[in-house]
């Protein structure tokens, strides 16, 4: 299965990566939402793990975006807990929202 893992936090985009490669994910990573819709112009991913909080563009504009662009399944990942934003997500076509921190095997089974 191929990933990509969207999030600007260096150390926790690393330990993501991390998990999910040694729960036998193929993984691409990006630090922004341009990077992010880039790679999903060009890669056939089967998952986005999409963080909220991203530089330049707010990760629900990027969630919008990228669901004109490909109907891959998107995680909304995120410390923003907030009951708009979680209905926001996907209500623009987010298929689930995981609040941070969360447990990689929690995030695996979704």
């Known amino acids: 299965m191929n990933v990509l893992v969207v999030e600007d936090e260096e150390s926790y985009r690393e330990a993501l990566v991390a998990g999910l490669r040694l729960e036998g994910f193929e993984v691409e990573v990006a630090a922004d939402g341009y990077e992010a ?14 963080d909220m ?36 997500g996907l209500e623009l076509g987010a298929a689930g929202y995981v609040t941070k921190p969360f447990r990689l095997r929690e995030l695996v089974a979704r």
């Open 53 to 88: 909080l991203l530089p330049g563009m707010h990760g629900i504009e990027v969630c919008r975006r990228m669901r004109a662009l490909s109907q891959v399944p998107i995680m909304m990942v995120s410390a923003v807990d907030t009951e708009l934003d979680v209905v926001l």
């Open 37 to 50: 819709l880039d790679l999903v112009e060009r890669t056939a991913f089967d998952i986005v793990l999409l």
